[in-house]
């Protein structure tokens, strides 16, 4: 049996880079499209014939040509994609503009958008594709009304996937994670007291009292690819500690 791929987009930080290095250790090959190396340095090293990484945008449709070109000359068929790459920029209202709007709406509904579509003719049969949400998409907050609107597209885009896609055996799954422990966190531009104050509240009003680990989110994402979701399709699987379910 050929040893599985798993395309991903986004995977150098965070919830993406757990993923690749969960996928690695499970013995997929990994294709990562990503914009900057990041924090994989360590396990190009570690995988030099299992990881391999093509820097390029989501929004730019020739470079997820490009990539998609590079991972089958290299191994073939794929048989997992995973459409992570995202930005959340949080803006009230009033401070939202024409650039920062359409940067959220490239990379988080465009760029998933033509991630899938130029995969397509990539996938080996009974592929699975995973799109990366988040609970905002069904909750209101004042600062994320763009990006939940945004991340609420992608749920609706895999529901018109799966329906397209589900005749030809390839399964689609929407996993939105919840408020998850990683470096973004720290890039919203929040004061250290304030970002302290606002995660200790979402820590209070989730039901498990903690935020997310990034491997956490990561074994759920390998879940809704693996076998045992063979089912599971057109779903929505939040990840969350149930803040946004009860």
């Not at 499970?26 to 499209?33: C, M, Q, S, T, W």
């Not at 359409?102 to 080996?124: C, H, P, Y």
């Not at 929040?190 to 498990?208: A, G, I």
Request: with cysteine.
């Amino acid at each position: 049996m050929s040893t599985p791929v798993m395309a991903i987009t986004g995977g150098n930080s965070g919830i993406g880079k757990a993923t690749v290095a969960l996928y690695l250790a499970r013995g997929y090959r990994v294709a990562v499209l990503a914009r900057t190396q990041g924090q994989l340095s360590a396990l190009l090293t570690q995988y030099p014939e299992q990881l391999m990484l093509h820097l390029g945008d989501v929004s730019v449709i020739q470079d997820l040509i490009d990539f998609y070109q590079c991972c089958q000359q290299r191994w073939g068929g794929i048989d997992v994609v995973i459409a992570n790459a995202g930005i959340a920029k949080p803006e009230m209202l009033a401070d939202v503009t024409s650039d920062s709007f359409s940067e959220s709406f490239d990379i988080n509904v465009k760029g998933v958008f033509f991630t899938v579509q130029q995969a397509l003719d990539r996938l080996n049969p009974a592929a699975s594709i995973i799109l990366v949400s988040s609970i905002q998409a069904q909750k209101g907050a004042g600062v994320w009304s763009v990006y939940g609107a945004s991340k609420a597209a992608v749920r609706s885009l895999a529901r018109s996937f799966a329906q397209e896609l589900g005749p030809r055996g390839i399964r689609v799954n929407v996993l939105s994670p919840g408020v998850t422990e990683t470096p973004i966190l720290h890039k919203f531009g929040f004061e250290s007291d304030h970002l302290k104050t606002l995660l200790d509240n979402v820590k209070v009003n989730t039901p498990l009292q903690r935020l997310g680990q990034a491997e956490e989110i990561a074994q759920s994402i390998f879940f809704l690819s693996s076998d045992a979701a063979s089912f599971v399709h057109g779903a929505d699987l939040q990840v969350d500690g149930g803040l946004a379910q009860i």
